[in-house]
């Protein structure tokens, strides 16, 4: 949407009568993506593996947009390919496509199980691949469309311990590239964020790791861990007309750590 320096207006982020899907959007960084998007007037459709909604439920409870769950297994590729009919079913339409949802394993090269690498890149690559899939079907045809993708830190350095998440992470960053050369034109931007080190439940055994966290801390410009509500503009701004011109970009807020 181009209207000019004269027509610019904070209704660029708004995101009022538009229809997200946000998986793993009930926990984490995704509930926090979850509650941006609502409160900026989205009606969201969270996939979630559990059905424990109540904590975000009552987090949007104010919000302009509808808040809607949907319990699926995501390494499931016939539950996979029906998300977006049911959201079609529910909203009837898509707009916004948030892939959150993903799954880390822990171990040492030469002990890494086959099974874990095979876990972890179905759902944090496959999933990706096949969702934004089907999505985009709906999008081209609109003439328009967001697909944000969420990448890493490990999208663009190698970690220890974790080589499937590592891969999936750069492949992540690589498939945000590949969608938005071909969607582009179509009116869809594709584009990724890559969270640094965020105070999550998951990153909770890191924190108390007295060593450890001083490690990160030191590593980081802003001296501190990233709250989630901290990547909320960011993934309002990726899904609004705010940026219908940024495409195949890997955005990372991180307090500065790649810049160390």
């Known amino acids: 949407m181009t209207v000019g320096i004269e027509g610019f207006s904070l209704d660029f982020f708004s995101l009022k009568g538009k229809v997200a899907i946000v998986t793993g959007g009930n926990t984490g960084l995704g509930q926090a993506y979850t509650v941006a998007l609502a409160k900026a ?142 969607l582009a034109e179509h009116g869809v931007q594709v584009n990724a964020i890559a969270p640094g080190y965020f105070k999550t439940k998951n990153t909770a055994p890191i924190r108390e790791d007295e060593k450890r966290n001083t490690e990160i801390l030191s590593r980081i410009p802003a001296n501190k861990w990233g709250d989630p509500s901290e990547l909320m503009g960011t993934v309002v701004y990726l899904a609004s007309n705010a940026s219908d011109y940024m495409n195949g970009h890997v955005l990372a807020v991180d307090g500065g750590w790649l810049a160390r």
């Open 41 to 182: 007037g989205a009606n969201v459709y969270v996939v979630t593996h559990g059905t424990n909604w109540e904590e975000t439920k009552q987090l949007v409870d104010t919000a302009e947009g509808d808040v809607e769950f949907l319990q699926a297994d995501l390494t499931d590729r016939k539950q996979i390919r029906a998300i977006v009919p049911s959201c079609q079913d529910v909203f009837d339409t898509v707009d916004i496509l948030v892939n959150n949802a993903g799954t880390i394993r822990r171990n040492p090269l030469l002990e890494f199980k086959e099974e874990d690498w095979d876990d972890v890149l179905s759902l944090n690559l496959d999933a990706v691949y096949l969702l934004s899939q089907e999505a985009a079907k709906v999008m081209v045809e609109k003439g328009s469309g967001k697909i944000i993708n969420i990448a890493s830190m490990l999208s663009f350095q190698g970690g220890k311990f974790i080589p499937p998440y590592t891969a999936s992470k750069h492949a992540i960053a690589g498939l945000t590239k590949s969608f938005a050369n071909e």
